[in-house]
């Protein structure tokens, strides 16, 4: 059977991170992964879609962006083509499924379709989007339906209005570039994080980034479970605002979450203006934070800012599923991992892999890239490096601990 | 060191042990909420409430409480107690209120008065049958809060935000329901 010190599945930023790192302790490891090197950015992303981070965030251990548009946002083509060069070297193989880890002796049996491994440290590098979430709403039948994973461009979708459910970052950039192609366009909104692209003069992500925002650590932070549950940041890849006001200019109906069907309607909630009131509100205390730390840090800047209030329309609470009202609806309303090839006693009873800081319970495995996992910047390319350093000197200090129980 | 102790009268960390033990044992956290009703006479019914469940077993309030529901002489009828979609706008009221006491107790913020104006419109049309386009209940609810507390007008709003966003009768008002009626 083959053998390596470290088994790393997932050969995404997060994996590639982890085995830079694992090299730099000299831990012999290999990394699996079940398609190409960036697999999910290949093939679960939308055509126009961009980096929501600029580019002088596409920070990786052992690199940083050097090329001539720091403050823009890569495209997919040019994210994977970043992470096949960051690949090089990696001792990745690609083409190989994982279809169970199990414990094995003082390490864990990892296998595959194309045979078993057996290591003494796993990492699960698996991705935190590997599956859309789409809600069990019964539509009538011939209303197409489509996931934030699989849609690509308008063209897809058939002639006529569509529903977007989800406004976090997925739904808002799904329904712009519907509403931009001429589609009537009707999103649903529930909580949502509502952010300016630049504030001050300077990209939001700066300011997350300098004022220690994105650093704070789970272990550190109130309500971890909330915060880790919290919805993607409405944002979009480009040097413009995409919020909810932006999508009503744009033509965009604005409905309330979507509650359910009913004689062939589609019913939403009476619930709009408090999550738009919630989401404003907490956009201006996230400024507020910001101007305050640029006061002690004696930041330049562009004079304080604040935004106009979201512009809630008149409610509706229904719309007509087929028959010239929606004809087709794109589930933006989430990602969940799969982690079910882990034949171990990780997860909680909602099927959630319980981990602290990405550290496991099953001595030796460690989970990486899933939301605030270490970090608010967990999910991002640029949290992986941070991520990636603390897991692996926590597996080179596990794997010391077994060498001396060993001898 | 003196710290001002904010009360409003919310036993905050009841509460909080209670969302701990029911993290741990989430079945304990199904609850059943009953009410019996009975005719009276015309529009009048009376109303009782004494026992729910929940916490893993049966429960009781301290007294049976008693509730009149009718309707107003304006409707040909003896106005013995409110109407029931009157007892809709007090369970609001009262759920919204409650929510902005444990979420300001909860934040630190003292609360010196909190006053509310519900309001529901509603088009008779409906229930009457006159128009069927027209639905039998509300076509929409204000509720306007009067807050006097220790805290900034962001503060105040962001908690009755936080009240509706987990306010119960807020979630049956503006989210469908299944609702079952038989005869036994």
């Given at each position: 059977?083959?053998?390596?010190?470290?088994?790393?599945?997932g050969?995404?930023?997060?994996?590639?991170?982890?085995?830079?790192?694992?090299?730099?302790?000299?831990?012999?490891?290999?990394?699996?992964?079940?398609?190409?090197?960036?697999?999910?950015?290949?093939?679960?992303?939308?055509?126009s879609?961009?980096?929501?981070?600029p580019?002088?965030?596409?920070?990786?251990p052992?690199?940083?962006?050097?090329?001539?548009?720091?403050?823009?946002?890569?495209?997919?083509?040019?994210?994977?083509?970043?992470?096949e060069?960051?690949?090089?070297?990696?001792?990745?193989?690609?083409?190989?499924?994982v279809?169970?880890?199990?414990?094995?002796?003082?390490?864990?049996?990892?296998?595959?379709?194309q045979?078993p491994?057996?290591?003494?440290?796993?990492?699960?590098?698996?991705?935190?989007?590997?599956?859309?979430?789409?809600?069990?709403?019964?539509?009538?039948?011939g209303?197409?339906?489509?996931?934030?994973?699989?849609?690509?461009?308008?063209?897809?979708?058939?002639?006529?209005?569509?529903?977007?459910v989800?406004?976090?970052?997925?739904?808002?950039?799904?329904?712009d570039?519907?509403?931009?192609?001429g589609?009537?366009?009707?999103?649903?909104?529930?909580?949502?994080?509502?952010?300016?692209?630049?504030?001050?003069g300077?990209?939001?992500?700066?300011?997350?980034?300098?004022?220690?925002?994105?650093?704070?650590?789970?272990?550190?932070?109130?309500?971890?479970?909330?915060?880790?549950?919290?919805?993607?940041?409405?944002?979009?890849?480009?040097?413009?605002?995409l919020?909810?006001?932006?999508?009503?200019?744009?033509?965009?109906?604005?409905?309330?979450?979507?509650?359910?069907?009913?004689?062939?309607?589609?019913?939403?909630?009476?619930?709009?203006?408090?999550?738009?009131?919630?989401?404003?509100?907490?956009?201006?205390?996230l400024l507020?934070?910001f101007?305050?730390?640029?006061?002690?840090?004696?930041?330049?800047?562009?004079?304080?800012?604040?935004?106009?209030?979201?512009?809630?329309?008149?409610p509706?609470?229904?719309?007509?599923?087929?028959?010239?009202?929606i004809?087709?609806?794109?589930?933006?309303?989430?990602?969940?991992?799969?982690?079910?090839?882990?034949?171990?006693?990780?997860?909680?009873?909602?099927?959630?892999?319980?981990?602290?800081g990405?550290?496991?319970?099953a001595?030796?495995l460690?989970?990486?890239?899933?939301?605030?996992?270490?970090?608010?910047?967990?999910?991002?390319?640029?949290?992986?490096a941070a991520?990636?350093r603390?897991?692996?000197?926590?597996?080179?200090?596990?794997?010391?601990?077994?060498?001396?129980?060993?001898? | 060191?003196?710290?001002?102790?904010v009360?409003?009268?919310v036993?905050?960390?009841?509460?909080?042990?209670?969302?701990?033990?029911?993290?741990?044992?989430p079945?304990?956290?199904?609850f059943?909420?009953?009410?019996?009703?009975?005719?009276?006479n015309?529009t009048?019914?009376?109303?009782?409430?004494d026992?729910?469940?929940g916490?893993?077993?049966?429960?009781?309030?301290?007294?049976?409480?008693?509730f009149?529901?009718?309707?107003?002489?304006q409707?040909?009828?003896?106005?013995?107690?409110?109407?029931?979609?009157?007892?809709?706008?007090?369970?609001?009221?009262?759920?919204l209120?409650?929510?902005?006491a444990?979420?300001?107790?909860?934040?630190?913020?003292?609360?010196r008065?909190?006053?509310?104006?519900?309001?529901?419109?509603?088009?008779?049309?409906?229930?009457?049958?006159?128009?069927?386009?027209?639905?039998?209940?509300?076509?929409?609810?204000?509720?306007?809060?009067?807050?006097?507390?220790?805290?900034?007008?962001?503060?105040?709003?962001?908690?009755v935000a936080?009240?509706?966003?987990?306010?119960?009768?807020?979630?049956?008002?503006?989210n469908?329901?299944?609702?079952?009626?038989?005869?036994s």
């Open positions: 059977m083959r053998h390596a010190t470290t088994v790393v599945i050969a995404g930023h997060c994996g590639l991170a982890v085995s830079r790192c694992l090299a730099a302790h000299s831990v012999d490891h290999v990394v699996l992964e079940r398609g190409e090197v960036a697999h999910s950015w290949r093939t679960q992303r939308w055509d879609l961009r980096l929501l981070t580019n002088w965030m596409t920070r990786l052992g690199h940083a962006y050097r090329g001539h548009d720091p403050d823009g946002y890569l495209t997919m083509p040019e994210v994977v083509g970043l992470l060069e960051y690949a090089t070297g990696a001792p990745v193989l690609t083409g190989v499924t279809t169970s880890v199990r414990a094995f002796g003082d390490g864990y049996l990892v296998c595959t379709d045979g491994w057996r290591a003494r440290t796993v990492v699960v590098a698996a991705g935190a989007a590997a599956t859309a979430a789409a809600p069990a709403v019964p539509l009538p039948p209303i197409p339906t489509v996931t934030a994973a699989d849609y690509r461009n308008p063209a897809g979708l058939p002639e006529g209005g569509v529903l977007v989800g406004a976090s970052a997925s739904g808002i950039q799904i329904a570039e519907l509403a931009r192609s589609r009537p366009v009707t999103l649903a909104v529930g909580e949502h994080v509502r952010l300016p692209r630049t504030y001050r300077r990209d939001v992500l700066w300011w997350m980034d300098a004022s220690g925002l994105l650093d704070e650590r789970w272990d550190a932070v109130g309500d971890l479970l909330r915060q880790r549950n919290l919805p993607s940041m409405q944002l979009v890849g480009a040097p413009r605002t919020d909810l006001n932006a999508l009503r200019r744009q033509g965009a109906a604005l409905v309330g979450r979507l509650s359910g069907v009913r004689d062939g309607a589609a019913q939403f909630s009476g619930s709009l203006a408090n999550v738009c009131a919630l989401a404003d509100l907490k956009l201006n205390r507020d934070r101007d305050a730390w640029a006061d002690r840090a004696g930041v330049e800047a562009d004079a304080p800012e604040r935004f106009d209030p979201t512009a809630v329309p008149e509706v609470l229904s719309a007509r599923l087929g028959r010239g009202g004809e087709s609806v794109v589930w933006a309303t989430g990602f969940r991992p799969d982690l079910s090839f882990l034949d171990l006693a990780v997860f909680d009873r909602k099927g959630r892999i319980v981990h602290d990405g550290v496991t319970a001595p030796g460690y989970v990486m890239g899933l939301p605030f996992l270490r970090r608010r910047k967990s999910t991002l390319i640029d949290g992986a991520d990636a603390d897991l692996t000197d926590h597996l080179v200090d596990h794997l010391d601990a077994l060498a001396g129980r060993a001898s | 060191m003196t710290t001002s102790v009360d409003n009268g036993n905050v960390a009841a509460l909080l042990g209670a969302r701990e033990a029911i993290a741990d044992a079945e304990i956290a199904r059943q909420w009953r009410s019996r009703v009975s005719w009276v015309g009048h019914s009376s109303a009782e409430v026992t729910f469940h916490f893993g077993e049966e429960q009781r309030h301290t007294r049976t409480f008693t009149d529901v009718d309707h107003p002489p409707f040909a009828a003896e106005d013995n107690g409110i109407t029931p979609v009157e007892y809709v706008l007090v369970a609001l009221g009262g759920c209120t409650a929510g902005i444990a979420v300001a107790q909860q934040r630190g913020i003292q609360l008065s909190v006053r509310a104006e519900v309001a529901a419109e509603m088009d008779l049309q409906g229930i009457l049958g006159v128009d069927p386009e027209v639905r039998n209940g509300f076509s929409a609810v204000r509720v306007d809060y009067r807050i006097d507390a220790d805290a900034t007008p962001a503060e105040i709003e962001a908690l936080q009240s509706q966003k987990r306010s119960a009768v807020y979630d049956i008002l503006t469908p329901t299944v609702v079952t009626v038989t005869v």
